[in-house]
């Protein structure tokens, strides 16, 4: 079920990716791209988070990278203190295996993202409204940017990240749980 916890901050969200059929790159096949398929969750409490996802139907051994969409624009999926070196081993690069399958990908992190993404040198949080997970179809990363939309970075799937509050049921039976 999706909900975010009773004070809005804690919890998990789940992620129902939706495919982007018509934003591909010319030289790779509409029927192939439209197979793949996704599907992940958000979680944050206190002042840390995960996300995780899995896939199939990706581009065999593509470079593929996933991406905060938040309220202002794109961030990498990933600890605000990562080191990115954009030469392919950024920390938000999802790896396919031959098969065209992500297994798992978990990236903790250490901020809570149901709160928002903290902005360097600011109080302000970017506000987290989904997740795009991208090929590069020049085989390399690039670091706290995606890259060029439509030419060498493609948004494959995207899913919105809802987060809702419990009914007074769901929290009832949650104290009744625990």
Same mark, same amino acid.
């Given at each position: ?6 004070? &809005?901050? @804690? ?22 791209? =439209? @197979? ?23 581009? %065999?051994? #593509? $470079?593929?990278? $996933? ?15 990562? $080191? ?31 709160? #928002? ?13 989904? =997740?795009?997970?991208?090929? %590069? ?7 706290? $940017?995606?890259?060029?939309?439509? =030419? ?19 929290? &009832? ?6």
């Amino acid at each position: 079920m999706d909900y975010r916890g009773i004070d &809005k901050s @804690q919890g998990c969200c789940q992620l129902r990716f939706n495919i982007l059929p018509a934003n591909r790159p010319p030289a790779i096949d509409a029927g192939f791209w =439209v @197979q793949a398929t996704a599907s992940g969750e958000i979680c944050g409490y206190d002042n840390c988070g995960s996300i995780s996802i899995s896939a199939e139907g990706l581009l %065999h051994l #593509g $470079v593929y990278t $996933v991406w905060f969409s938040t309220d202002r624009g794109l961030r990498p999926a990933a600890p605000t203190d990562a $080191v990115y070196t954009a030469d392919g081993y950024d920390p938000n690069r999802l790896v396919v295996n031959v098969e065209g399958i992500l297994n798992y990908y978990i990236a903790p992190l250490d901020f809570n993202p149901l709160v #928002g993404i903290p902005l360097p040198n600011s109080k302000n949080k970017a506000i987290i409204q989904g =997740v795009v997970i991208g090929y %590069h179809s020049n085989r390399t990363t690039n670091g706290t $940017v995606p890259g060029t939309f439509n =030419v060498n970075f493609f948004e494959q799937l995207t899913a919105d990240a809802r987060f809702f509050k419990r009914t007074q049921e769901e929290q &009832k039976e949650a104290k009744e749980d625990d």
